[in-house]
């Protein structure tokens, strides 16, 4: 498959805890992006990058939340001290130009 | 303050009962009119892309248009499997994040 993969799939942690999760872009694609998606609702836009530079960040994305990207290939997204309200599902998608986007199939957490 | 609303909510269709979904943006300078498919549990997954008003693309049972003011996704004789969450998005000409709508939910009943 030379999808976008995510990684975990399901995640239920508790309040406080520290959570990270995984993207594998599709192959040669330098364009990455980070939404969260809760129930009944649209993707919301999180951050993106290009190649290794964080170039965008939504004003939803708090202090708690970090991305990376090294190298310019995979990219995680850690919540630190996580809440109630963190609970959502988190989508990566990845585009080779500035276009379409291809999404993964998502990561849902769950904060108990 | 870029936006996209979607409409109906839901839609409920007979199997053979062709219908539209009609997707309204607000932006400044647009890019691009994404739509986008969504099963349950799973990510969007790549329909069009509209870039100018007049602009028609078709793919097996559904077709988007697209106005200056909003896009429209007709499914033509829907089949069960057409049942999904229809999401629309846009892009506006600075910046790089997609806006997307609340979505469609439409199920075809055999």
């Known amino acids: 498959d030379t999808g976008v993969s995510q990684n975990p799939r399901h995640k239920i942690t508790k309040r406080g805890q520290n959570v990270t999760f995984r993207c594998d872009p599709i192959?040669?694609?330098?364009?990455l992006y980070w939404y969260r998606q809760t129930l009944g609702q649209g993707p919301e836009f999180l951050t993106y990058?290009?190649?290794?530079?964080?170039?965008?960040k939504s004003r939803l994305l708090s202090d708690r939340f970090s991305a990376e990207r090294p190298k310019g290939s995979f990219s995680t997204l850690e919540i630190q001290r996580t809440e109630q309200g963190d609970s959502a599902m988190y989508l990566c998608?990845?585009?080779?130009?500035?276009?379409?986007?291809?999404f993964g199939p998502g990561t849902r957490l769950t904060v108990t | 303050e870029d936006q996209v609303t979607q409409s109906p909510e839901a839609l409920r269709l007979q199997e053979g009962e062709s219908s539209s979904l009609n997707c309204s943006y607000t932006?400044?300078?647009?890019?691009?009119l994404f739509w986008y498919r969504q099963d349950p549990g799973k990510g969007p997954e790549f329909l069009f892309t509209?870039?100018?008003a007049g602009e028609e693309k078709e793919k097996e049972r559904l077709k988007a248009t697209l106005t200056k003011k909003e896009s429209f996704l007709h499914i033509t004789a829907p089949k069960p499997e057409d049942s999904a969450t229809y999401l629309c998005?846009?892009?506006?000409?600075?910046?790089?994040?997609?806006?997307f709508g609340g979505g469609t939910r439409v199920l075809v009943k055999p």
């Open positions: 998608a990845s585009s080779p130009t500035s276009y379409e986007q291809y």
């Open positions: 192959s040669e694609h330098n364009r």
């Open positions: 990058f290009q190649n290794e530079a964080q170039l965008e």
């Open positions: 932006v400044s300078g647009l890019r691009g």
């Open positions: 509209l870039y100018s």
């Open positions: 998005a846009v892009r506006k000409a600075a910046g790089n994040k997609l806006t």
